[in-house]
């Protein structure tokens, strides 16, 4: 375990994740959508509550194609850094 490669130390000592700030972002509006759905559910609006869930769909599907889209990018990126350290 202790016989990592030097070009790989190096590599791994770099940041190990980078923040995609619209994740959390996209993920706050989900609940927020959804909390009020929720409430206009609970004060007899349907319609309304119909809707918010519904636009609480199109948010949580954004967010998710936000994450995989963003694991992509660094998986891609990871893969390019990790070649060039092996040359």
């Known amino acids: 375990m202790g016989t990592t490669e030097p070009n790989l130390e190096k590599f791994f000592e770099e940041k190990k ?3 995609n700030p619209l994740v959390p972002i996209g993920a706050l509006l989900t609940a927020g959508v959804l909390t009020a759905g ?21 948010a949580q599907g954004a967010t998710v194609a936000l994450m995989v889209h963003h694991a992509d990018i660094y ?10 350290c092996l040359e």
């Open 38 to 58: 929720l409430i206009s559910f609970k004060q007899g609006n349907s319609h309304l509550g119909q809707m918010l869930m519904r636009a609480r769909v199109v």
């Open 75 to 84: 998986v891609t990126s990871l893969r390019l850094r990790m070649v060039k």
């Open 17 to 19: 994740r980078v923040r």
